[in-house]
């Protein structure tokens, strides 16, 4: 049950886009199409902004946006915009049934 | 409206035991898994432990395994874990978290309650 690999921070200036990526293996990432992604800001509940690779919930901004490629998600967020500042954090399920792995989290400044 | 309301958090020494309970509303708590998720203090989200609908499908974190049991009670639509030989590194914000019924993702959270093991 190792962590899903994700980049420590990234930043970037309003109005520009940003891509987090999110690295595992073919038992999780690249087994299936179980990938999520979620906002959290501190003090907060985590919020899920991308289910199954690159599906919004309603009420998710069209800015976030996911994709997958073998073992490795992204996440791609466009039109930065200050209140997007927070950890962002992927998540797959795995081989066994109900189990899920969580990637170590990205902080996203914007700058 | 979906809720989900966690309790039962604390300061527990080393070694000692602390039962956490996730009230659910708002929704059918018996049709849906449920999972317990953990943010220790300056690091990042850890799956717990998850169990389906009819508690016929239970499976946690290898650094729990062993010590913490998770349950529910659907006629009182409660989700719990019992923790046990609690560590100074179980110290952490313990989330419930509702699992969606066709696409593996938490759709909602609870607010969390926070454990803290210490002498």
């Known amino acids: 049950q190792s962590a899903l690999t994700q980049p420590a921070s990234v930043s970037g200036s309003p109005g520009q886009s940003i891509t987090i990526s999110c690295t595992g293996t073919n038992n999780d990432v690249g087994g299936h199409n179980y990938v999520s992604w979620y906002q959290h800001h501190p003090g907060k509940a985590p919020k899920v902004l991308i289910y199954a690779v690159s599906n919004r919930p309603s009420g998710v901004s069209n800015r976030f946006s996911g994709s997958k490629s073998g073992n490795t998600a992204s996440l791609t967020i466009s039109g930065l915009q200050a209140e997007d500042e927070a950890d962002y954090y992927c998540s797959s399920s795995t081989s066994s049934s109900t189990s899920v792995v969580f990637g170590g989290g990205t902080k996203l400044t914007v700058l | 409206e979906v809720q989900l309301v966690e309790s039962g958090g604390g300061l527990v020494q080393p070694g000692r035991s602390l039962r956490l309970s996730c009230a659910a509303s708002g929704f059918t708590f018996d049709d849906y898994a449920m999972h317990w998720v953990r943010q220790a203090p300056g690091k990042g989200l850890e799956w717990v432990s998850g169990i389906t609908w009819n508690s016929g499908t239970i499976d946690y974190a290898d650094s729990v395994k062993g010590r913490f049991t998770i349950s529910r009670d659907n006629a009182k639509n409660s989700l719990y874990l019992q923790m046990n030989t609690l560590r100074a590194e179980d110290t952490a914000l313990y989330y419930c978290?509702?699992?969606?019924?066709?696409?593996?993702?938490?759709?909602?959270w609870g607010q969390g309650t926070l454990v803290t093991v210490s002498s």
């Open positions: 978290a509702k699992e969606d019924g066709y696409n593996n993702y938490f759709h909602y």
